[in-house]
């Protein structure tokens, strides 16, 4: 599922991924309690390399990432965070470290690297990495707000 950068505006704009894909079962509720100007989404851009996140309409950060090299795709697609672990090891890659991994899809995560020279261009093996700091930011962020409020967007 692939989305433009006017769409993701409009995610943003909107407080809610109303055209972008339905929120999952109970989700509407969720967010209605919870309020939508608190809603978090992620957006990750792999052209630019770039992650932006956003609470409502309101832009928090922008960050330089490192998406997956070639022959290592990040898949392209809206998610919600599955599960979060602070210390987590690779068992896929020789126990690489992930510091602040927070999982959207399959094994795919994004989290800490400390290939920080690295960042700006495609060199992961389908994750998404962020310097420590910031990762431990988002990691932070979307524990408080629970990650049934929260969006990660993966686009070209």
Same mark, same amino acid.
């Given at each position: 599922?692939?989305?433009?950068?006017?769409?993701?505006?409009?995610?943003?704009?909107?407080?809610?991924?109303?055209?972008l894909v339905a929120p999952p079962a109970g989700a509407s509720e969720?967010?209605?309690?919870?309020? %939508?100007?608190?809603?978090?989404?992620?957006?990750?851009?792999?052209? @630019?390399?770039?992650?932006?996140?956003?609470?409502?309409?309101?832009?928090?950060?922008? /960050?330089?990432?490192?998406?997956?090299?070639?022959?290592? @795709?990040?898949?392209?697609?809206?998610?919600?965070?599955q599960w979060f672990s602070p210390n987590h090891r690779s068992s896929?890659?020789?126990?690489?470290?992930?510091? /602040?991994?927070?999982?959207?899809?399959?094994?795919?995560?994004?989290?800490?690297? @400390?290939?920080?020279?690295?960042?700006?261009?495609? +060199?992961?093996?389908?994750?998404? %990495?962020?310097?420590?700091?910031? +990762?431990?930011?988002?990691?932070?962020?979307?524990?408080?707000?629970?990650?049934?409020?929260?969006?990660?967007?993966?686009?070209?």
């Open positions: 599922m692939t989305h433009s950068k006017a769409g993701i505006a409009a995610v943003v704009a909107g407080g809610l991924l109303a055209g969720r967010l209605s309690s919870f309020g %939508r100007s608190q809603q978090i989404v992620i957006r990750v851009d792999k052209s @630019d390399q770039e992650m932006t996140v956003y609470q409502g309409a309101r832009r928090l950060y922008s /960050w330089p990432v490192s998406t997956g090299m070639a022959g290592y @795709d990040t898949p392209v697609g809206t998610y919600q965070p896929q890659y020789g126990g690489a470290p992930m510091p /602040w991994a927070v999982f959207f899809f399959e094994g795919y995560a994004i989290h800490a690297t @400390d290939a920080v020279g690295m960042l700006g261009r495609p +060199a992961s093996h389908g994750c998404v %990495r962020l310097d420590m700091q910031n +990762a431990a930011e988002i990691y932070a962020l979307l524990d408080r707000v629970g990650k049934d409020n929260a969006y990660i967007v993966v686009q070209d």
